[in-house]
């Protein structure tokens, strides 16, 4: 599968994908249990993706040391993980895949990515380019986070859903990812600062039932969008009618012109 790294989303899945496991009956007897933490770091050189909770099963990936997935469900001595660059759902050895709370903030650092994005030159009729982004107000946004935000309710009004509101807590959350992903030159849900998207929330006080995030590298806020509402993943997560309140992050990157991060939950 092509790998897509001009933008990535995430989100939380829960028993609807353990189903998809494959397993003997003996393994699918086990008891599928809820771990204390949503995102995992690989601690070995080589963690193998396994399509049932036991060496028996079938490798059907390799996950390389510091990649970050969603943790789904413990069974036994394995955990049930999704991969949110690929959508893989599989089973790891509990062993060698950690709470990122756990380990210290340079072992769970990702390798920053070395590509480009796939879509780095201006939009023929592009929306105007934001600027590089100060912390705004609580209560305000800029202009370009405003225009960000009017693309993605027109794309949510073509599908009779309700706007999206702008979160003030959850506006200056974003736009310190969008800052970080800068800064510390990563592309990644997962922070070296913050950990995931749902640990920064929780740290910076944000009560959610349920959350996503959406991330892109692009030239203007049109062409982040664009790339978003063509991406089965992101797209969804914009659509995704249980979501109510956002908050949105744009940043100066010399790598991909703009770093975008939107964040969305439900309250």
Not at 139 to 167: C, F, M, V, W, Y
Request: glycine share 6%; hydrophobic share 40%.
């Amino acid at each position: 599968m092509k790998r897509r790294i001009l933008a990535a989303s995430l989100v939380v899945f829960f028993a609807l994908t353990l189903v998809s496991l494959k397993g003997s009956t003996a393994e699918a007897a086990q008891t599928f249990e809820r771990v204390n933490f949503i995102s995992g770091v690989v601690t070995a050189n080589e963690l193998n993706l396994r399509n049932g909770p036991s060496m028996n099963n079938d490798i059907i990936g390799v996950f390389k040391k510091n990649k970050w997935v969603n943790v789904l469900a413990q069974i036994g001595d394995w955990y049930a993980v999704f991969d949110p660059d690929t959508g893989m759902v599989g089973c790891v050895y509990k062993a060698y895949l950690a709470n990122p709370a756990n380990l210290p903030k340079t072992t769970a650092t990702p390798a920053p990515s070395g590509n480009a994005p796939a879509n780095p030159n201006p939009n023929p009729n592009p929306n105007p380019s934001p600027s590089t982004t100060p912390q705004q107000p609580s209560g305000d946004l800029s202009q370009e986070e405003r225009t960000l935000l009017d693309l993605i309710n027109k794309e949510r009004a073509n599908h009779n859903l309700a706007p999206l509101q702008a979160d003030a807590e959850l506006m200056n959350v974003a736009r310190l990812k969008a800052k970080d992903m800068v800064q510390n030159n990563y592309f990644s849900h997962y922070s070296p600062t913050y950990g995931s998207p749902f640990d920064m929330m929780r740290q910076f006080g944000i009560t959610f039932k349920s959350a996503a995030e959406n991330i892109a590298g692009n030239s203007t806020i049109q062409g982040a969008v664009t790339s978003w509402m063509n991406s089965e993943g992101h797209r969804a997560n914009i659509l995704n009618g249980n979501y109510n309140a956002t908050g949105i992050g744009i940043y100066k990157s010399n790598k991909y012109g703009y770093i975008f991060v939107q964040m969305f939950i439900r309250k």
